[in-house]
């Protein structure tokens, strides 16, 4: 059968993801808002063929084994069962970035993948299916399917939890800089961190104040108010990081580094450059910025010692075959 590659961006999220309602099919406890990336992705081909007698999985040019090509495995099955094909698959997956350091690469992973596959397989499907399969692989991943700035909407089954396009990615000329301040692999997933929330005595009070964050952060999308953006999506990456820490066992994907950036970003602030951080599951800052400023951040970093590699992004468009 044919080989058929797909590209997926890897998202940040400006409103969370961080627990989840039901564990396996991976329905979040609320809705989230993410940018797709230019500059950070993942682009993986499939073939299904008769030669082979199992998956074969290669991600980064390495063969993957134990519960990562399991869990690659289970997503083909599911494919499979949809198509009505029996046959095996010949995966090969390349970042063009570091897996497991908060630069989401399950996101990208799982959005190509269910492109490539889903379409190997004969499949022709709709952007909504795309994203609920996705999700299945990865929560996040159904945020990486649609184009440009992007909102999961919870739902509460299967087939209404998925992600659609707010606005497509020319919508606002705005950047992410990434501080990549760490290279290793985080030493828990974010698959384990999800399940861990309600042992956070802030957990409860997040939950309740999310669906009016999310008005504000749409509201500041309407009228293109950066301010209003960049205070909400801080607040907001400091009030999910509270519950991480709080949670028993506590968990800090922060380093010193991370911290030394976050203040940083203050910093500059009050000197009239300004930018925001968010941060995921993983030490890495993700500088907002306007994009007339995105190289001024990126000078300001090169003067902090120890930032591995700076990474300019704009909105993205989502996951295509190519
Ligand atoms: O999709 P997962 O299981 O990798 O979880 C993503 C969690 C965060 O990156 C911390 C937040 C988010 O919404 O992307």
């Known amino acids: 059968m044919k080989r058929v590659t797909a590209k997926a961006p890897a998202n940040i999220a400006f409103i969370k993801y961080w627990g989840k309602k039901n564990e396996s099919l991976r329905i979040p406890a609320n809705s989230s808002i993410s940018m797709n990336l230019s500059e950070v992705f993942t682009q993986t081909s499939v073939e299904f063929s008769a030669n082979l007698k199992s998956d074969k999985v290669k991600i980064d040019n390495l063969p993957v084994k134990g519960s990562e090509k399991v869990r690659v495995v289970r997503h083909l099955d599911m494919i499979r069962k949809l198509s009505g094909l029996n046959l095996y698959a010949d995966v090969t997956s390349n970042n063009n970035f570091p897996k497991g350091t908060g630069l989401a690469s399950s996101a990208s992973g799982f959005a190509a993948l269910t492109l490539a596959a889903a379409k190997a397989a004969g499949l022709d499907l709709q952007e909504k299916k795309l994203s609920i399969l996705a999700r299945i692989g990865s929560g996040s991943a159904c945020r990486s399917i649609p184009s440009g700035f992007v909102e999961w909407k919870e739902g509460n089954s299967s087939e209404n939890s998925y992600a659609h396009s707010l606005y497509p990615p020319e919508y606002w000329d705005i950047c992410d800089v990434i501080a990549v301040v760490g290279e290793v692999g985080k030493k828990v997933s974010s698959t384990e961190g999800h399940t861990l929330v309600d042992s956070s005595p802030f957990y409860k009070s997040r939950i309740l104040e999310m669906p009016k964050k999310i008005r504000q952060l749409k509201s500041s ?25 709080t949670s028993s066992p506590a968990l800090y994907y922060w380093t010193p580094k991370t911290m030394e950036v976050m203040l940083a970003v203050v910093e500059w602030r009050d000197k009239e450059l300004e930018c925001y951080f968010t941060i995921d599951a993983g030490p890495n800052v993700h500088i907002m910025c306007l994009a007339k400023y995105a190289q001024k951040v990126k000078n300001q970093l090169k003067k902090i010692s120890g930032i591995k ?10 996951a295509r075959l190519i």
């Open 221 to 245: 999308f309407e009228k293109k108010d950066f301010t209003d953006f960049g205070r909400i999506i801080e607040a907001e990456a400091i009030n999910m990081h509270s519950v991480m820490m």
């Open 309 to 318: 590699r700076i990474i300019i992004n704009n909105p993205s468009i989502g």
